[in-house]
């Protein structure tokens, strides 16, 4: 009979110490809380974070690079940057990459500017047109990136090409 009533009393006493911590919380708060996790997935709807970077030191010679618009080109906030040939750059969601040219047209022949692009993740597409070509061939087009899951985003933008 002591050791009932000594079990009995711890029982009351844990019990009586639960209800005091849940009901310390505030009242417009629910009572479950959800820890967040720290990988961000992102739903194929939303969009690509594409980041601007200085100019890539991997690139010596000839070069196109390009930027949102006309004014970040100025500043010098590119989006995108090859090396005419076999690499190209970019830092798309918080990551920089060095991916394999897949085709690229010759600007100074067509006035048009094709580039095709391909990694694991992302297909990317740029198209353009020249608007001026004299040492450098400045032109403005739209950069398309593909996700696997679905995710597209077509953006315009603004650059050269030269040597």
């Known amino acids: ?35 967040q996790d720290s990988v961000n997935v992102k739903s194929p709807s939303e969009k690509i974070l594409v980041e ?5 030191t991997e690139i010596k010679e000839c070069s196109c690079y390009f930027a949102r618009n006309k004014a970040d080109f100025e500043n010098e906030k590119y989006i995108y940057a090859d090396d005419a040939g ?26 048009v500017l094709t580039k095709e692009i391909e990694n694991g993740d ?9 608007i001026k070509g004299e040492e450098a061939l400045l032109f403005e087009g739209t950069l398309t990136i593909e996700k696997p899951d679905g995710t597209v985003q077509t953006m315009p933008v603004y650059g050269e090409c030269g040597c």
């Open 1 to 35: 009979m002591k050791y009932l009533i000594i079990f009995f009393s711890a029982f009351l006493l844990i019990a009586c110490k639960k209800d005091k911590e849940t009901s310390s919380a505030p009242a417009d708060s629910d009572s479950v809380q959800v820890a």
């Open 52 to 56: 601007t970077f200085a100019f890539p």
């Open 86 to 111: 076999k690499t190209a750059y970019m830092k798309l969601d918080g990551k920089r990459l060095a991916m394999n040219l897949i085709s690229s047209s010759d600007m100074e022949v067509d006035e």
């Open 122 to 130: 992302y297909k990317i597409s740029v198209k353009g047109k020249k």
